[in-house]
Each structure stands twice: as structure tokens, then as C-alpha cells.
């Protein structure tokens, strides 16, 4: 069974650093890996997604995140972070063969201006 | 288009009633997903409809949970005999699947059961 891991309930930042979310997973075949964010009393929206091809793929509002095999990590990055990026990220992983989209327990990014 | 339409948006009940929520997909997604999701917690898988067909369903949810995907277009998740503990944000999404692999959620239901 697929399984995903997000090893920091926080990471907080100063504005214009860079940040890293980290996520790391399990499954038994190829996986399909993706990263949503949910704002304070917003919906879940997708962010970006790793299907195939590039390990490096980019995303909205200027995210980025790297797939890495012989690691299981799928990090997300950005090069300087908005205090409007202070939001819960969620990983998230399909096992290819099975739909069933299982989901990380989050990571709170807070950007302190 | 629309979006993934819940109602309702909260639903508050007395322990031991039944609740059912209905989530109304993006018209043209043909798979649907239910979870749950507690505070500061990531959404918990719960079941799955490839069009009307209901592929697979949690082993952590119990006999009292159901759900439908009648003519492949909405769906209704009906909880029987509520219990404190099912008090959540349960939450809808669709997708078109591959290659696009896209989940739009819905604003979800908040349940609490009193």
C-alpha cells in the first residue's frame, strides 16, 4: 500500500529565503506524486504534479519540487519565499495501477515578514 | 466550469442520527473521491467512484458509512447512527484522471455530531 510521510509539522522561514517542504513515500510500483495547499478557510488546490519525465517540475505561484528515486523524496522548493505563501502543504501520492490518492498529514509554512 | 458544489456546508446532529451529504462533481470528471479531514490533519482517504462504480472503500471505515455514485454523476455519502468521533470536514473531489491527474475539491461538509 502507498504511503506518504511529511517528517515537520511546521517550517517557518523569513520572506525572501528560500524553503523547502519536505515529503518522502512509499508505494509499490511507479508513483504518481503531487503537492496541494490549503489557505485558512480555503479548499485544497493543486499545486503541481510529478507523472513522468523532468525530476524537476514546476508548479503555480512559483513552486517548484524534484523527484527523487533513489531518495522516495519529492520536496517542494522555492527560491524566495511571499509571506503569502504561509499556508498547509500537503503531499500526496498515487501508486500507478491503483487510484486511490493517499495524502501526507501536512506541513504548516509560516513566512515571517 | 463550476467547480465541486457540497451541501451542505456544515451539519450539526445529535449522536446516533444519520447524516448524508451530496457532493456534485465537475460534469465531465468521471472519478470521485470522498475524505475526511480533521483539524490540522491531511485529508483520510475514504472510498472512490470510477463513473458509477465504487472501486475500493478505506478498511478504516466502517458498515456505517456509505456511499453512491447513481448514473455516474453525483454522489451521496450517508453516515448511520453517528458517533462523536465522526465529527469532521469531509470533503469531495474529481479529477479526469490520466494524463491530467488534477483533484478539484470541494469547500467540504463540516459534521459535528453533539
Not at chain 1, 485544497?44 to 508548479?59: P, S
Request: hydrophobic share 30%.
Amino acid at each position: 500500500a502507498q504511503s506518504v510521510a511529511q517528517p515537520e509539522d511546521q517550517v517557518n522561514v523569513a520572506e525572501g529565503n528560500p524553503l523547502t517542504v519536505k515529503c518522502t513515500y512509499s508505494v509499490s510500483g511507479n508513483p504518481y506524486l503531487f503537492w496541494y495547499v490549503q489557505y485558512p478557510n480555503r479548499g485544497l488546490q493543486f499545486l503541481l504534479k510529478y507523472i513522468t519525465g523532468d525530476n524537476l517540475v514546476k508548479g503555480s505561484y512559483g513552486f517548484e519540487a524534484e523527484f527523487n528515486k533513489s531518495q522516495t523524496s519529492f520536496h517542494l522548493k522555492k527560491p524566495s519565499a511571499l509571506v503569502s505563501d504561509s499556508a498547509l502543504y500537503f503531499c500526496a501520492v498515487r501508486d500507478i495501477g491503483d487510484d486511490k490518492i493517499i495524502f501526507g498529514k501536512g506541513t504548516r509554512l509560516h513566512i515571517l515578514p | 466550469d463550476t467547480g465541486v458544489s457540497q451541501n451542505p456546508r456544515h451539519k450539526i446532529t445529535k449522536r446516533g442520527q444519520n447524516v448524508t451529504f451530496r457532493c456534485d462533481p465537475i460534469s465531465e470528471h468521471n472519478r470521485l473521491y470522498w475524505y475526511r479531514q480533521t483539524l490540522g490533519q491531511g485529508p483520510e482517504f475514504l472510498t472512490y467512484f470510477q463513473n458509477e462504480a465504487q472501486l475500493e472503500k478505506s478498511r478504516l471505515l466502517s458498515d456505517r458509512f456509505s456511499a453512491e455514485r447513481p448514473k455516474g454523476s453525483f454522489s451521496t455519502l450517508e453516515i448511520q447512527r453517528t458517533e462523536q468521533g465522526d465529527s469532521a470536514m469531509y470533503l469531495c473531489a474529481s479529477t479526469l484522471g490520466v494524463p491530467n491527474e488534477k483533484l478539484f475539491f470541494g469547500s467540504g461538509t463540516q459534521l459535528s455530531v453533539l
